[in-house]
């Protein structure tokens, strides 16, 4: 009976323990905030982003991409599809970050011209934070917008969002939740992507 009350005493103890270490290190992680963000709606006929959504279906789809540090410098992120200056600007905004102290998380999403829809760092009903070690929770909100006369022949179109995440980690991995303007928590989400490292399809 000894021998089992210890057995049960060291269990308790190691539980313990690993919720303390558990805490800790999500404490460790620090805050998460959103910085700076810089975002572009766009005919989907031509790919913006290498790899990314473009093409003519108009189902509603999305793609997201985490850059824990900067890619090569001679590897261009970004298409010519909005014009040469367009992507120089989007491709120095990936090349030339604070990854010390942040790192950058890139989203599409695609939907029908009459439905077009805009992304932004400014979630609803949500919260960036720490899920977990090295995991954390990026979440995104959608806005319905109406097109511009530029667009307004367009079948589908993709709205890209670059926007830099201050933290002093960067997640192995990152669930993002896109939120529109009727959720009212993290889990009404209309869709849920799991972000990965961005690579050059080339």
Same mark, same amino acid.
């Given at each position: 009976?000894?021998r089992?009350?210890?057995?049960?005493?060291?269990a308790?103890?190691?539980? *313990?323990?690993?919720?303390?270490?558990?805490?800790?290190r999500?404490?460790?992680?620090?805050?998460?905030?959103?910085g700076h963000?810089r975002?572009?709606?766009?005919?989907?006929?031509r790919?913006f982003?290498?790899?990314g959504l473009?093409? @003519?279906p108009?189902?509603?789809?999305?793609?997201?991409?985490?850059?824990?540090?900067?890619?090569?410098?001679?590897?261009s992120?970004?298409?010519?599809?909005l014009g *040469?200056? %367009?992507?120089?600007? !989007?491709d120095?905004?990936?090349?030339n970050?604070?990854y010390?102290?942040?790192f950058?998380?890139? *989203?599409?999403?695609?939907?029908p011209?009459?439905?077009?829809?805009?992304l932004?760092?400014v979630?609803h @009903?949500?919260?960036?934070g720490?899920t977990? !070690?090295r995991?954390?929770?990026?979440p995104l909100?959608?806005?319905?917008?109406d097109?511009s006369?530029?667009?307004?022949?367009?079948?589908?179109?993709?709205?890209?969002?670059?926007?830099y995440v201050?933290?002093?980690?960067?997640?192995?991995r990152?669930?993002?939740?896109?939120l529109?303007e009727a959720?009212?928590?993290?889990?009404?989400a209309? *869709? %849920?992507l799991?972000?990965?490292? !961005?690579?050059?399809?080339a």
């Amino acid at each position: 009976m000894r021998r089992r009350v210890l057995l049960s005493s060291v269990a308790l103890s190691l539980s *313990a323990t690993a919720g303390c270490l558990s805490d800790a290190r999500r404490q460790v992680s620090g805050p998460i905030r959103f910085g700076h963000a810089r975002g572009r709606l766009h005919d989907a006929e031509r790919s913006f982003v290498r790899g990314g959504l473009g093409g @003519s279906p108009t189902e509603e789809s999305y793609a997201v991409w985490l850059f824990p540090e900067a890619p090569p410098s001679d590897v261009s992120v970004f298409t010519d599809a909005l014009g *040469a200056e %367009t992507q120089r600007e !989007w491709d120095n905004e990936v090349h030339n970050e604070n990854y010390d102290e942040g790192f950058i998380l890139l *989203a599409q999403i695609r939907t029908p011209g009459e439905r077009a829809t805009t992304l932004s760092p400014v979630p609803h @009903s949500c919260d960036p934070g720490w899920t977990g !070690w090295r995991r954390a929770r990026i979440p995104l909100g959608l806005e319905r917008t109406d097109l511009s006369d530029d667009l307004a022949d367009a079948t589908a179109v993709v709205a890209t969002l670059a926007t830099y995440v201050e933290s002093s980690e960067t997640p192995r991995r990152a669930t993002v939740p896109f939120l529109s303007e009727a959720a009212d928590s993290c889990d009404a989400a209309n *869709a %849920t992507l799991t972000a990965r490292p !961005w690579t050059n399809p080339a």
